[in-house]
């Protein structure tokens, strides 16, 4: 079966901790996205990449960064964590064209 | 900017009624997704619509698709408890980028 696996399900850090978020594909998709997803807003794009060492920003980029050394894992970087980034973060990937994201069981982030 | 709408955002409806949720878009798109997601977990997909017309059917659940109108529709028939969920419809703005919907939290009473 087709996994995206997010390493953490919970999170608690302190404000301006730097904090990695890790997710790992095992179905050798090209594309991967992180989304937060807040209530009353739906789901977000912060990033997205197509290609190993390839990332482009989404409609919410700032205060995140991300990196794609390999194909299957793209991690999210929180540079200086604040509470406003208090959230629920959600990896998907994608073989592309059509077909839709498969998504991670989520990392419920809270900044304390 | 691309805006996805999604009405109601919140239905409570009784065992063995029907009910339709619609999404409406702003941009031209011809595909559309829709998912579930159970309270505590992630996203399930339920539905891909590719084209104009395009009609999908699983179990209580059927969406559809009309690209001209910009608008998708879920529709439940004869709701049963097990489909309370939140369910999220999302448009392809192109590069396989999704815009979401704020969603549509489902509570079906005994």
């Known amino acids: 079966d087709v996994k995206v696996t997010q390493s953490s399900r919970y999170l608690v850090k302190r404000t301006g901790e730097k904090v990695f978020l890790e997710c790992v594909q095992d179905?050798?998709?090209?594309?991967m996205f992180w989304y937060r997803q807040d209530p009353g807003l739906g789901l977000r794009l912060i990033y997205f990449?197509?290609?190993?060492?390839?990332?482009e920003k989404g409609d919410i980029p700032e205060g995140y960064s991300v990196s794609r050394e390999k194909k299957e894992r793209f991690s999210l970087i929180l540079e200086s964590a604040s509470t406003n980034q208090t959230s629920m973060y959600l990896c998907a990937s994608s073989l592309g064209g059509a077909v839709g994201y498969t998504f991670g069981s989520g990392t419920r982030l809270t900044v304390v | 900017e691309l805006k996805v709408e999604q009405n109601p955002l919140f239905l409570s409806m009784q065992e063995g009624k029907n009910y339709t949720i619609y999404c409406n878009y702003s941009?031209?798109?011809?595909?559309l997704y829709w998912y579930r997601q159970d309270p505590g977990k992630s996203l399930e997909s339920l539905f891909v619509l590719l084209s104009n017309g395009a009609v999908k059917q699983e179990g209580r659940l059927m969406a559809s698709l009309d690209t001209k109108a910009r608008l998708s529709t879920l529709h439940i028939t004869a709701a049963v408890h097990d489909l309370s969920a939140t369910y999220f419809c999302?448009?392809?703005?192109?590069?396989?980028?999704?815009?979401f919907g704020t969603g549509t939290s489902l509570t079906v009473i005994p």
């Open positions: 990449s197509y290609d190993v060492k390839m990332k």
């Open positions: 999302a448009v392809d703005r192109g590069g396989n980028q999704f815009y």
């Open positions: 179905m050798d998709h090209e594309n």
């Open positions: 941009t031209t798109s011809d595909r």
